[in-house]
DNA sequence: ACGGATACTTACCAAAAGGTGCATACTTGA
DNA sequence: TCAAGTATGCACCTTTTGGTAAGTATCCGT
């Protein structure tokens, strides 16, 4: 009976809820590689690089919890499993794209920042 | 005299550059209330319900100190400080927007994702 | 002179995020 | 039979992040 959509107090404004979803080290990156099609568990490994396993697993998982990348185990007998975006997944990473733009055009600047910080610690 | 602008290994992409500026649990929502206008810093804190001074600050110097927002010091004898987003941190809001509207569309979804995760812990 | 407001600063702690490395269960190839 | 590859799970530890609470310096109203 409260207001519930007019005002949910759950979230400030949409981008803080997208941050719940996209945040965490690895997670850009794998939307990243994933936006490129389906890819194999150990590919992915290999093409994220540095990750390691208990951080790919656990992102993949928040991910797919979230219902942005979908898990397919192909029953296999040498083991065989991939990982994909979803529907909702593409949408994400559409919304993204302009982030993906600003940080492009301004790498350099950002970079110089990080360094900048990292340096007066 | 190597490859430098072609392939920075830095950043992955200009989404993880992004995130590396936009992350911070205060950020966003500092963001979206400067986008009002410039804000005092007892407003901004008043405004940024649940956020301690230091919080506040901390995230106040990075944001500044990549460019997105300014400080101005008025002088004045009452202390009188306030922030505001520059030209850059414009930039960088409007860039955020599909990233909200995406955000908006599908709060239901993410804040059930959520509460689903923090239920299995 | 005292309490409250302004805009911070600092020290100390707890919680969350991330990293390392070993273990699993099954298979194939040498 | 042994090593290597597949896709994970688990325990332990460090780093990073965030929170609490106090202190500072200046000013104003009472």
Chains 1, 2 share one sequence.
Not at 24 to 32: E, R, S, V, Y
Not at 69 to 96: C, N
Request: glycine letters at 8%; charged letters at 30%.
């Amino acid at each position: 009976m409260a207001k519930e959509n007019s005002e949910n107090p759950r979230f400030i404004c949409g981008l803080h809820a997208t941050l719940h979803v996209i945040s965490g080290k690895w997670k850009p990156l794998i939307l990243f590689f994933l936006n490129k099609g389906p890819t194999r568990y150990g590919e992915l490994k290999r093409s994220v690089r540095g990750v390691s396993d208990k951080m790919l697993i656990q992102q993949l998982k928040e991910l797919e919890s979230d219902g942005i990348v979908q898990r397919t185990d192909y029953g296999e007998i040498p083991l065989r499993v991939d990982y994909s975006l979803t529907p909702f997944g593409r949408s994400l990473v559409q919304a993204m794209e302009p982030l993906c733009g600003w940080g492009e055009e301004h790498e350099e600047d950002i970079a110089a920042a990080m360094d900048r910080r990292k340096a007066s610690r």
